[in-house]
């Protein structure tokens, strides 16, 4: 549905280029940041905040590209800032192809070329001919990632919780405490050093112990968990054969409860964490969006420190349902010993005052950022208070009744997607939740409506287009849901999610019994991206069936079920196939074995014409 609440993101370009890197963090420094009042004692100049849209547990920041509005993930785990190739063909910009850099992209090293944005806003300040690095790699939902060379500018204080990132300046600071927030309120803070970060290594990266371990780690925002290597995990005693591993849903990553989790003065129990087959030199652990989410922290590159206050509610665990109590009972600790501070430092001077939300845009930034960590009653709080501020504001509106959704409150959601559409009807993100809602009601022809006006306005690559095609499904229009599946595969070449794009038009088809050859080749090119799926081999064997050729109907629907025993379609599909070729012992068997499975498969499949 929308950008906000469909969340995934697949890492980040890793470059090594050393003079340019320099000359933009100078550029965006001269540009962003004044100068700082001469005082006698530790001062902090905070900029005005960047706003942050959390996607799940990832930030999005807004910007400009020649004008033009382009959401970009803030990494600070990035070694430069990145676009992909569509983004160049987006906004028609210039490659210097005499400037290629050598890019880490997970385990794979490319030569990727740079593109020079004429115009580039943020902050409300505009720098010309900015470098961004060109990766062929998905990004979901964002026209590229701001990387280290933005970020270490100056320090800069991450509020996820609060939808904020902010630059801050220091002077006269050394030996003085800059987690201000936590000394205006007498609360206690964590602190822990960093190494010293530098154009050629530009990350923030300390150390932390696991079951007592020493681990190393990186301050991650673009990963939106926190991750532990194998190795690591095992120097803590944990292995993926050890007692209680459960896998994680990532290919050859688990989940594991370790006794204890030290990081700074904080000491986290208990704690439920990730671990997987990934490599980053030096690294042991990458600290992402769910610790980003459950802390306030301040990069204090001017000292080679961070500071950091626990916010409540789980740290790594988002998955687990928010209570009233949960932030009491949760197993961090937080706190800094009264002899880490610098007590004959006075106090700092801070610009302005401390950051709460005062607009409707600052609560429906707090309420995702709360959503993300599956707080959903502090969510609607917020977006209560952000409807009322602004009631002319679609946005909030949807926010709230996605919520009231996932919450289980139908009638609410539908007020509110209701209201979204009647202040906007180009609203397509509540037209697609109202069609949803209308299509479970009965109400066909008022989902297909919705469904109509959301393709009408929506953008051809609009990443709607998928979830138009689902309740398209849902309402037996399969011709309806290949088109929205086809206008989004023409324009993501890239994307990460073209594999089960692919593998949704091909089944459609295979469903449906039509353009055979472009299912065919769509299950295919899938296949080959992801050679291991059942549900691929199952939607295969489906277009084979229908083109007649029964034994490779039966091979693939033997090697889906080699994987997926208990797959009542492959199953169901294999036992037709059998029939087709007068194998009818066998056919009976695989039809009688699907049907335990799923008593109203053979009802399901008559109604797409495939019965014995």
């Known amino acids: 549905m929308s950008e906000v609440f469909r969340p995934d993101y697949a890492g980040c370009g890793r470059a090594r280029r050393g003079a340019r890197r320099r000359r933009v963090a100078l550029l965006l420094a001269a540009a962003l940041l004044g100068s700082v009042a001469a005082h006698g004692k530790c001062t902090i100049q905070r900029l005005p905040p960047i706003p942050v849209t959390m996607a799940g547990a990832v930030p999005l920041v807004d910007a400009e590209i020649n004008g033009s509005r382009a959401l970009f993930v803030a990494d600070s785990g990035a070694f430069f800032s990145v676009i992909t190739p569509a983004t160049v063909h987006q906004f028609n910009l210039s490659v210097d192809a005499s400037q290629d850099t050598t890019v880490t992209v997970g385990s794979k090293v490319q030569i990727s070329h740079v593109a020079w944005v004429k115009s580039f806003t943020i902050m409300g300040q505009t720098l010309s001919k900015v470098p961004f690095i060109v990766v062929d790699m998905p990004i979901v939902h964002a026209a590229g990632i701001l990387g280290q060379n933005f970020f270490r500018i100056d320090d800069v204080e991450y509020d996820l919780a609060n939808g904020i990132i902010r630059l801050v300046r220091t002077k006269d600071c050394r030996g003085s405490s800059l987690a201000y927030w936590a000394d205006a309120a007498g609360k206690p803070y964590s602190e822990m050093d960093i190494e010293l970060a530098t154009a050629e290594a530009p990350y923030t990266r300390g150390v932390a112990y696991l079951n007592g371990a020493k681990i190393s780690v990186v301050f991650d925002t673009g990963s939106n968990r926190s991750l532990l290597t194998l190795a690591a995990a095992k120097r803590a005693g944990i292995t993926p054969q050890s007692e209680g591993v459960r896998p994680a849903n990532s290919p050859r990553t688990w989940i594991a409860r370790f006794a204890s989790f030290s990081i700074g003065d904080e000491t986290i129990e208990h704690a439920q964490l990730r671990f997987g087959d990934f490599d980053r030199p030096g690294t042991d652990m990458l600290i992402g969006g769910d610790f980003f989410l459950s802390h306030r922290i301040y990069v204090a590159s001017s000292q080679h420190k961070v500071y950091f206050t626990y916010n409540g509610g789980p740290v790594f665990d988002l998955d687990a349902p928010r209570t009233p109590d949960s932030g009491a009972a949760a197993s961090a600790s937080s706190g800094a010993p009264a002899d880490t501070r610098a007590e ?3 106090p700092p001077v801070v610009d302005g005052r401390l950051d709460r939300p005062t607009d409707a845009a600052g609560f429906s930034r707090r309420a995702l950022a709360s959503a993300a960590r599956h707080d959903i009653a502090s969510a609607i ?7 009322e501020l602004a009631p002319s504001v679609a946005a909030y509106h949807y926010q709230r009744g996605f919520l009231h959704w996932q919450n289980k409150q139908p009638d609410l959601a539908l007020a509110d997607f209701d209201r979204a559409i009647e202040v906007n009807p180009d609203e397509v993100d509540s037209r697609i939740m109202r069609a949803s809602i209308r299509l479970r009601r009965h ?3 008022g989902a297909t409506e919705d469904l109509v006006a959301a393709d009408r306005v ?3 690559n609009s990443d709607a287009r998928p979830s138009i095609a689902d309740v398209y499904y849902s309402l037996g229009n399969l011709p309806a ?18 594999p089960e794009m692919l593998h949704a038009r ?3 088809a295979g469903l449906n019994g039509e353009a055979l050859e472009q299912a065919l080749a769509d299950c295919n090119l899938a296949l080959k991206l992801r050679p291991k799926s059942a549900q691929y081999l199952d939607s295969r064997g489906l277009v084979h069936l229908r083109r007649g050729d029964f034994d490779q109907a039966i091979a693939d629907y033997d090697a889906a079920l080699s994987i997926q025993p208990r797959l009542a379609w492959s199953l169901y599909g294999r036992g037709l196939a059998k029939l087709r070729k007068g194998q009818r012992a066998a056919g009976q068997a695989d039809l009688q074995a699907a049907t335990a499975l799923a008593p109203r498969i053979a009802a399901q499949a008559a109604r797409h014409g495939l019965s014995p």
Do not use: F, G, K, V
């Open 381 to 387: 709080s917020d977006l209560d208070h952000a409807c």
């Open 458 to 460: 929506a953008p051809r």
């Open 443 to 445: 109400d066909n022809a």
């Open 344 to 346: 004959t430092a006075p």
């Open 481 to 498: 849901a290949r088109e929205q599946l086809s206008m989004w595969i023409d324009t993501h070449p890239s994307d990460a999610r073209m």
């Open 506 to 508: 091909c089944w459609y």
